[in-house]
């Protein structure tokens, strides 16, 4: 069973910062495995990464190429494993045909740089999120949400990241409108 972690949640409607006047933005993706560039989840996710963005209103567009006033968002997510040894936390847990559960916890930290233009600093806010995953007789965690399937907590995950990060890019006081 997977379960997302209560840490990190939605942004409610009400703190999404608003913009007056929103600029476009040349969106660059990047999904990584404990730091290595992992270009099978970049292809699959990019396209909701793209989708989360536009939806958070802060941007006018949200483009793959250049965009005119040079404004570039880059997202970086990289998973890495918040429990020691996974494998064998697994393999007890088969041994024991699941008697015996177990916990892994896969770590997300999403690092997001923007850059409005070459004249200004670049603004980079970190966020960071977690997926639980049960095997066998073990108890759910306490600070997590069960999930219907791997797919939704993984699309959770990734809303509450991006959109968090991305609204908090918007409210650093160096924040080009």
Known sequence: ???VDTALTDVPPGKMK??????????LFEFQTNGATNPLATNHLKEQVVDLVKKTGIFSGV??????????????????????????????TGLTFGIAGSAVTDGYICTIDYIADAKTPKITKTVR?????????????????????PQEAMQTMLRQIITNGVNEVALDPAFKE
Not at 18 to 27: I, N, T, Y
Not at 66 to 81: D, E, R, T, Y
Not at 129 to 141: E, Q, V
């Open 1 to 3: 069973m997977q379960y």
């Open 18 to 27: 608003k913009v007056e006047h929103p600029q476009p933005v040349q969106l």
């Open 63 to 92: 483009e793959s190429a250049p965009v005119s006033s040079g404004a570039v968002l880059s997202i970086v997510i990289n998973n890495v494993p918040l429990t020691n040894n996974p494998a064998a936390h697994g393999f007890v």
């Open 129 to 149: 999120h977690a997926i639980h995953t049960t095997l066998g007789n073990a108890k759910a965690p306490p600070n997590a949400v069960k999930s219907a399937s």
